[in-house]
């Protein structure tokens, strides 16, 4: 900064920099740990500014989670070199881990109910000293989370009192390390229930809180009856009572603590008639419909739950209020059998007088028409009065203002009734506040991403009046691009008001280039090889492009792709590829050679629905792979001519799992069908319909079913009616319950 004195004053003049960026992290000697976590550590990322102070405290860093990770003393460099083609940098980190300590000697003591050998099979301190190299380096992490498994493992087998210390001697020398686990089992508990005819004893076993948090100072106790109370009052039995009766034992050596959790159930309360009194307005069907207490049915039991009934009252309290009943009440009174078994309802409504909007104005309004701003709110003329909904308006009339550039808007809503309570006046008076425009977008850590591909997203050009839901809009679908780590925004000048807002978008690009490979084998193909090279960002411009090729027993082939994700800046994908294969099934007498193209496209019709739209051309050469020529051979000899076909296939897809890999729950269907059509032969002329059905259910936390059903049939429309072998659909492999050899 420099300053000059001037007749009017003093002249300040400042000399900007900008910042460099870093533009790339590279680590050299992370193994046996992953890139994000060593990245994870650090404070510093792609996209960020560049200050050469920062660098040391990074090295110290990745070398505290080498520490963590077991090794004695890691060296990390950090290094920073200039790329002289934009100026930004590219950060070096150079990982020399060294020795590491390693589990020489687990002892453990004080263990009577399970041997050593069960105990050290689920510490992870002791089966990774197993790997090789630096892989079963000992790590003070894992024995913290050891002892708490260990602990947790004998709360659960009935040790409800067990508390485990550890100590751990490194010896700087030999790099061993010996790890001592005293464990201090306390009294095994036994646990018996007595009077239980509503619930067995392994359902009131889930209550057993001790046994999951421990029973220190009996509070696992205190907990686990207090927990068995409340079911037996969910279920109905309002009066039970639990008394706990123990007694202590010797048991080969062991201190035993039998506890009987006698329970004396009580009578179970069932509803016997609900009656509604004082109802004018709704009828006692409607009413009835908004409880959740009801008589007993088929498959209600009708059982009564004083908590469930305070849910009900204030159910039907709101339907009041939602019909401008504003000061209804509802109460209720309670009849009893003399055996306490039965209870009669009774709910006594006051329903007040209902109030309706008699008129509604907005002031102050320029830059939406009345009739915009009046379809945007609830309360309309007629309309029951529900005082909640003034609010509700309140910030619909401000959204919808808001998109207009004018995101300072406030609206408040008045509301009157004059001499007659029935009839409601509502008046929402509109400070529009300064209109804003949209300002310059400036993007940092796109280095490989072309900004139009960003601003196409974004969707806010300059000079445009400013807009935060579309901002919101903008920053999903920038992140949904999937080619960033992190993606933040920040608006400047919208805190101060001012007339024109600028966006700074700051994000961390992943790395575009991957490599994939697989081997293994399949009953149907043999032993296969695979493997996948691609760039997620071709070129900057958000586009997929991959190259893939598989070799296996029954032949190999090969695919190159091309995807684009947002078609003409919609939402509709489009896919390009060119294929090869060439395939000898194990238990056919022809193979088949194929080639072609195909060019599909897809987009998301309902959150969890999906359609598709695909041509391919293919050529197809079907070849004899037995040199003795049978009768059926004869007749099937255009079969093995080239020929080349034209396949239109439309899809549905309907999926709701929970996840693509660890799948719990949900259904995943889809259906389609392929119109063939040969081009110089009417073989390949039919339609072939594909339909794949899967189920997903957990019933408990580590067991989860899957069904699969698959369909298939083709309908020829050629004059033969028949069908190509190498079309037809062939059961076969692992994916099947029948085997291969009975291809169809």
Do not use: C
């Not at 020399?96 to 300590?101: F, V």
């Not at 201090?184 to 392994?202: P, T």
């Amino acid at each position: 900064m420099d300053s000059k004195e001037e007749d009017k004053g003093i002249s300040l003049q400042f000399q900007l920099t900008p910042f460099r960026l870093i533009k790339e992290i590279k680590i050299h000697g992370k193994y046996p740990l992953f890139e994000r976590e060593i990245l994870n550590a650090m404070t510093i990322y792609i996209g960020d500014v560049f200050i050469e102070g920062e660098l040391p405290k990074q090295a110290a860093l990745v070398a505290e989670v080498f520490q963590q990770q077991g090794f004695i003393a890691p060296e990390v460099e950090v290094t920073a070199r200039e790329d002289p083609e934009d100026g930004h940098f590219m950060i070096r980190v150079n990982i020399e881990k060294g020795a590491y300590y390693e589990l020489r000697r687990l002892e453990i003591s004080g263990n009577r109910a399970f041997s050593d050998t069960r105990l050290k099979l689920k510490m992870k301190t002791w089966r990774v000293s197993f790997l090789p190299g630096s892989m079963g380096a000992f790590s003070d992490g894992h024995v913290k989370k050891d002892i708490t498994h260990l602990t947790e493992y004998y709360w659960q087998k009935g040790y409800p009192e067990a508390a485990i210390d550890v100590k751990v001697e490194k010896e700087s020398g030999t790099n061993g390390v010996s790890v001592f686990v005293k464990i201090d089992e306390g009294r095994r508990y036994e646990v018996e229930f007595v009077g239980n005819d509503a619930f067995w004893d392994r359902t009131l076993k889930q209550d057993m809180v001790l046994l999951r948090e421990g029973n220190k100072r009996d509070i696992g106790l205190k907990k686990s009856a207090r927990k068995l109370r409340e079911r037996y009052r969910m279920a109905g039995y309002l009066e039970t009572l639990v008394k706990i009766e123990e007694e202590t034992k010797t048991d080969k050596d062991q201190k035993v603590r039998r506890l009987r959790f006698v329970i004396d159930e009580g009578p179970r309360a069932v509803v016997h008639a609900i009656q509604v009194a004082g109802n004018h307005a709704f009828d006692d069907d409607k009413l009835k419909k908004q409880m959740l207490t009801r008589l007993p049915g088929f498959l209600d039991k009708g059982v009564f739950v004083p908590e469930r009934l305070d849910e009900d009252v204030y159910a039907i309290t709101s339907l009041y209020r939602q019909h401008g009943y504003s000061e209804a009440r509802v109460s209720e009174d309670l009849t009893w059998s003399k055996d306490k078994r039965y209870v009669s309802i009774k709910l006594d409504i006051e329903e007040g007088i209902q109030a309706k909007v008699s008129s509604v104005k907005i002031t102050g309004i320029t830059v939406v028409s009345e009739e915009e701003a009046y379809r945007v709110i609830m309360l309309k003329v007629g309309e029951p009065f529900r005082k909640y909904m003034v609010r509700s308006d309140e910030n619909a009339l401000s959204a919808l203002i808001s998109e207009k550039g004018y995101p300072h808007v406030k609206v408040k809503g008045e509301v009157s009734s004059g001499e007659d309570p029935s009839k409601v006046q509502v008046v929402y008076s509109v400070n529009e506040g300064q209109q804003v425009k949209m300002g310059e977008v400036y993007y940092t850590g796109n280095f490989r991403t072309r900004e139009k591909i960003l601003q196409k997203e974004l969707n806010m050009p300059p000079g445009e009046p400013f807009s935060l839901v579309q901002l919101l809009k903008g920053q999903r679908n920038i992140r949904n691009m999937g080619l960033f780590d992190t993606v933040q925004f920040k608006t400047i000048g919208l805190k101060e008001q001012k007339e024109e807002i600028n966006v700074f978008v700051e994000m961390e690009e992943k790395k575009p280039y991957f490599v994939e490979s697989g081997v293994g084998y399949e009953t149907d193909t043999g032993l296969f090889i695979s493997a996948k090279v691609g760039d997620h960002n071709l070129f900057g411009t958000n586009k997929d492009a991959w190259l893939a090729g598989k070799w296996s027993e029954i032949g190999y082939s090969g695919e190159l792709g091309l995807l684009e994700p947002r078609l003409f800046g919609t939402q509709t994908s489009a896919t390009l590829g060119l294929f090869a294969e060439r395939r000898e099934e194990f238990n056919q007498t022809f193979g088949t050679r194929v080639y072609g193209a195909s060019l599909g496209f897809g987009r998301r019709a309902f959150r969890h629905v999906a359609v598709g739209l695909a041509f391919r051309f293919e050529g197809r050469d079907q070849f004899r792979t037995d040199s003795r020529e049978t009768a059926f051979d004869v007749d099937d000899g255009d079969e093995f001519e080239p020929r080349s076909i034209l396949v239109t296939t439309p899809s549905i897809r309907y999926d709701t799992r929970d996840s693509f890999i660890h799948t719990k729950k949900g259904i995943f269907t889809s259906l389609s069908v392929d119109i063939s059509k040969g081009v110089s032969n009417a073989l390949d002329d039919f339609f072939k319909y594909r339909f794949d059905f899967r189920y997903y259910i957990t019933p408990l936390r580590r067991l989860t079913f899957a069904w699969l059903g698959r369909a298939g049939y083709i309908d020829p429309f050629n004059e033969e009616e028949a069908v190509p072998d190498d079309q037809l659909f062939f059961l076969g492999g692992i994916s099947d319950v029948r085997g291969f050899d009975e291809n169809l």
